[in-house]
């Protein structure tokens, strides 16, 4: 199986950062086919960023200019550099990725790491 760990979550202020950050155990964000989702309590699930087959960075527009995804050097680890967070980040932050970038289905999940900001 493919295990992806969230980790960074925490409660902070209104204009203050966090990164998170999703290890991989026995998969390599070797393609572009991963991605972060969000599910606030009494919301539906939203995709915030993500990086398309074709390497693009696609973002949410509530968190275009705030927040940044990306891989680490060794391709085990994503990056979400969340900056300038207002209380409507609060929620549960998910990492994802694909089998194959051609697939409808995100296949791998990680576990959450809560966001709270006030």
């Known amino acids: 199986d493919v295990q992806l760990v969230e980790s960074g979550g925490g409660s902070v202020q209104a204009g203050e950062s966090l990164r998170l950050s999703c290890a991989a155990d026995?998969?390599?964000?070797?393609?572009?086919?991963v991605g972060w989702f969000r599910q606030a309590e009494t919301k539906e699930r939203e995709g915030v960023a993500a990086i398309d087959a074709d390497g693009r960075a696609n973002y949410a527009d509530s968190v275009r200019g705030r927040l940044t995804i990306s891989k680490d050097s060794t391709r085990t680890t994503l990056i979400l550099q969340m900056n300038n967070l207002r209380p409507d980040d609060t929620a549960m932050y998910y990492c994802a990725a694909k089998r194959q970038c051609s697939d409808a289905e995100w296949t791998y999940w990680g576990q959450g790491t809560q966001v709270t900001v006030s």
């Open positions: 026995g998969y390599t964000f070797s393609s572009h086919c």
